[in-house]
Structures are given as C-alpha cells and as structure tokens.
C-alpha cells in the first residue's frame, strides 16, 4: 500500500523560486510582512499563545517544542535576548542556509514576531562563518527592512515596539550549533558548551539573561502561523509533528534535493523513492543504509522505510530526525569508510572541554584508521564498542552521555550502527590472522 | 601594516556599537582583521584587544578556535573541498587526490606561488550538490576533476571572479542613527513598553 500522496503544500519555501524574493518589493509583493501586521494587532501573549496552538517543533535538531520553550523564560527579569541558530554545520543538513539566502526577510519578520511576542530587546542572527552569500542576503534584507521601518526603532510606526537585529557570523565551529556553545561564541569567547544546569538560556543565557535560542527554520514558520493562526498549522502534518518541515536528500540517490514535506504523514519511502522528490536509487543499485537525520542520527535501513517522518516515532524506532538531513547509501558503499568519515567528523569538531569526547572521539577515529590501512587487531572491534560505551554508558537510544553536551555521544551513532549491522565489512578489513583468531575466539565464547 | 587601517578601524566602531558588550565583536573584527590582511596578525589582535576591552591574550584565545581565523599567511585563494559524508559518498576523496596531485600539496598546503592553499573541511551544508568546494567561501557545485582544473587555470589567471582572501560578504550592515534603536545592555531596562499591551487597547497596528 502506497503511503499518503505527497503534496506540492510549500509553507517556509514558497519564495525558492522567486527571482526577487530575497528582496523587499519581492517579498512584499507576495505577502511579506503580513504575519508581523496581524502580530501588531494582537497581545503579545496572544501571539505566544497562536505558537503554542501551532505545536511548532523546533527545527534545529532536538524537536523541543518551541512555544514550551519560549514559556521558560523567568516572570520580571529583563532584558532577554533573541538569538537566531543559522550555524548549520551537521552534516548532511542544507535547508538553513538556502532560507537565508532566498529568503531572509522571512527570516527577519519571524525574529519580529518572536521578539514581539516574549519582550525580546535585541536579536542577535549568528549565521556560519562560512555562508559568505546568505551573510550578503541578510545583510542586504536587514539595511533595506531598517530603512522601511520594519526593523529598528518604531517598528511599523508604533511608538512602542521597538527592536534591534545585529548580524553576527561564526568563524567555523560545528559545536558552536550547540545553543550554549553558540552563546558563549556571541559573547566573544571560545565556543565551548555551558555545564547544564540551567538546562535552557532561556533561564540563563547571553550577558547571564534570559535568551531564546531558535533555529532559523523554526523562526521562519512564524510569519505563517500568525498570518493563518496556529490551529491552521497544526491541522498540517501529524498530530504530534506538525506542519510542514524541509528536508534535504542527498548521497546515492538519482535526484538529491531539498523538498519542503507536509511534517509527520510523509514516509521515508515517499521522499527518498517518489519521482517528484529523490527519485530512488541510481540506475541498477539498491539501498543499503541511510542515516535519517544527521550524520548524529543512528542508521535506518531497508525495514525503516515505511516510517512516517514524524519525530516519536523515528525517537522510538531508535533515531531521530534531527536536523532533516536523510543521506542515502547504496549496494556500492564501504560502510567501513562511510563510519570512518563521519566519526573522523566528530573527532575534528570536539571542542575538547570534557575528557570521555576528546580524548574518545580521536580514538575511536584512530582506531578505525587502523583497521581501514589493514593493521586493524582482532581486539579492535570490541575496543571500539568500549571507547564508545565510555562516551555514552549503555549504548543506548536516546543516548546517555558522559559529556556535557551531545557532540560526543554522537560519534557512537555510526558505530554502534555499522557494527552491528554490517560487522562482517569490518572483519574483512582485519588482516588474514586476525579474522581467524577472531572467528575462532568466537567459537570458543 | 598590521593594525586595523583608519577606514577599518571606523567600520569596526560602528559593529562594536551594535553590541551591549564590546567584547561580542570579537569574531566580526577578526574577520575585518583577516579581510585587511589576509590574515590575522598580532598586531591586529593587541589592536582588536584595545577596542573591545580585553587582553590580547583573550584574542589569540578566541582567534585560535576558529578554522576560518588564520594566524599565518594563507594563499589568495583557499580551495575547501567538502569531505561531509554525502560528498564523500559522491567522489570527494578522489577529488581531494587529484586536488593534491595538480596543486602538488597536501591539504592545509600552499602552492609555491601562493595562490592556493588546499583543505579538506567538514560539511559546508550543499550536500545535494556534492562533491562541492569552496574558494574563498564561494560554492562550486558537483565538481568534476575538469571544473577542477579549469578553476584552477583561472584562479592562477585571477579570472575566477572571487575576491581574494579574507574578504567574506561584500554587502555590510548599516543602519542609520535614526533607525536604530539602541542596544540592550544586561543590567539596563525593565520590561519592554510593548508587553503591557493587551488585545483591547492595541490601536491599528500600521
């Protein structure tokens, strides 16, 4: 039975194609700034309250709910700060950026909106070192929306909503995605996470205040929800995944693309095999694995396509959907290589603060090293089970951690999923001797 | 030359002023620090240090976190070739190699003329288009060994159409004194004006 037909139902993306929708009179002419009038118009309480409605799952990685975590800002302490997430450094992941660049006033009414709605004095928009064009965009949609009163002092001519945003870019720090990492970053420092608690800035975050950290494609959805209420968004999508959510498709696939899915009902199946999306494997291969969300994310195999992408359930089938990246492997891929590369990943992004991810990571990738170069020892599948059982006790999803953040954690996923699923691919890179002394050690257990 | 010049030393005035804590424009400086220079120079650091109020040994600490931040000269151009996992399922390996081979340096080298310095980064988020690289943090999509060598011809020609190192977006942020309404500092302001509106009393909203 064929899943839920995919709809061509675009919310966040329906500027794309627009030659001039990265511009004012482009996006103005298609409704731009509709969201933030009818926001105006309403307590902002009530404009929290439509976010709550809408159910809206934060699109960063961690699917927390983003009307809850608005509410955890504490009663009276003031001022509190917005700052944008657009440090998109997962790999796999290639949605943020292509919504700073083609359309970032969208972008800027959504930070209007959420800095109208919870009192939020100033916003900060840290966009990744490395996006050189969506800083352009930005900062070309932020000097023309200034000029035309949207942003800045008197917004919209109201004598009493007045808010700044300052354009801030990253210098390249994958872990700076991290929100306390990103925070103490803005503040000019090393980009290193925070000790947890407090678990969220909304309690205590930039200068010590109270801090919403959002992330670019969450933020983005705001002009809808308020223009349309957020009863219309929840309708959208799945009950506990609602709306619409973009996702990008990439590795062995016949046409890898960012599409833009109704959030929950789509399944695996739909996006990586229907036409209008990925189109299936390359002519003549089969699917082998695919992560579903992250180079984070544990892997997903041929049994796990007809999960719908809708975040409990994928939680429950023992991954998540992290940050919408789905990178697709065929009949053709060494797994062994594949685990190296994104394990080496994680290795070269520690950031080093706690010792079970500094120190573990870069064994983990050594060790892998070994066994890709033919020197790998028999003992070395089961060390690399160990290193990763010290990083996150159990082994277990969601995954328990040692460390302060998930960074570390995270260089488990691949492993623990290679392993175990494909465990022969790595004994075959096990010279002669050792295959045997493992087989026969097996044996005799 | 190595501290900020009096024109970026303006430009750098008018960002610190964006924050409600100068030492929040650490990244953006160095940044104008290696746009200046190509690089980032301690003399540019004890500079940057100046401005925003801390020791330069607290820039070196920030400057020397961050991959994009060089403390030694780097080629005009720096060719990033995307090692993420979708790349590499596409072909980045061999793309790197043969990057090693024409440029006949390893990754994190310069070419002997100093146009070129190689790496070989993490995802730079254009994983539908891979394998992809960066000049200069400027994307080439689905890149085979020809595009390749092409861009090399060109960049060695300066016919590549990218600004040379350093330089990031070309378009800055500048708002007028009038637009602007001023910074919120930590321990300044109550709760803002606008929160004590309520459905009844909001006027027309334009």
Known sequence: MSAPAPTDLRIITSRFDIEDGHTLAGYERTGGYAGLRRALEMAPADVHGEVRTASLLGRGGAGFPAGVKWGFCPPGVWPRYLVVNGDESEPGTYKDRLLMERDPHQLIEGCLIACYALGLSQCFLYVRGEMAHAQERLAAALNEAYEAGYVGANVLGTEDFSVDITLHWGAGAYIVGEETALIESLEGDRGMPRLKPPYFPASIGLYGKPTIVNNVETLANLPWIVSNGGAAFAAMGADSSTGTRVFAVSGHVATPGVFEVPFGTTTFRDIIFDPRYAGGMRPGRTLKTFIPGGASAPWFFEEHLDLPLEKTTVDQAGSMLGSGAIVVMDDTTDVVKACHNVVRFFARESCGKCTPCREGTSWLEKILCRILSGQGRPQDLDLLMDVCDNISPGIAWPPRQTTICPLGPSAVSPIASALERFRGEFEAYLPATAVAVTTSAGAMS | ?206
């Open chain 2, 1 to 206: 030359m190595a501290r900020l010049n009096p024109n970026n030393l303006a430009i750098a005035q008018e960002g610190i002023a964006r924050y409600p804590v100068p030492r929040s424009a650490l990244i953006p400086l160095l940044h104008l620090a290696q746009e200046q220079d190509g690089y980032v120079t301690e003399d540019a650091m004890a500079h940057i240090a100046e401005l925003v109020g801390v020791t330069p040994a607290e820039v070196m600490g920030t400057c020397s976190f961050y991959e994009m931040l060089k403390r030694e000269p780097v080629g005009d151009y720096m060719v990033n070739i995307c090692n993420g996992i979708s790349c590499h399922l596409l072909g980045a390996s061999a793309l790197i190699h043969h990057a090693e081979d024409t440029l006949g340096v390893k990754p994190g080298g310069t070419t002997d003329d100093g146009k070129i310095t190689l790496e070989a980064v993490e995802c730079i988020a254009a994983c539908t288009e891979a394998p992809c690289l960066q000049v200069n943090y400027r994307y080439r999509n689905q890149v085979t060994t020809e595009d390749f060598d092409q861009l090399v011809a060109d960049l060695r020609a300066d016919t590549a159409g990218v600004a040379p190192h350093g330089q990031l977006a070309k378009v800055r942020q500048h708002v007028s004194e009038d637009r602007w309404a001023g910074v919120s500092p930590p321990n300044g302001q109550g709760e803002p004006a606008w929160m004590a509106r309520n459905p009844s009393d909001n006027g027309d909203g334009s």
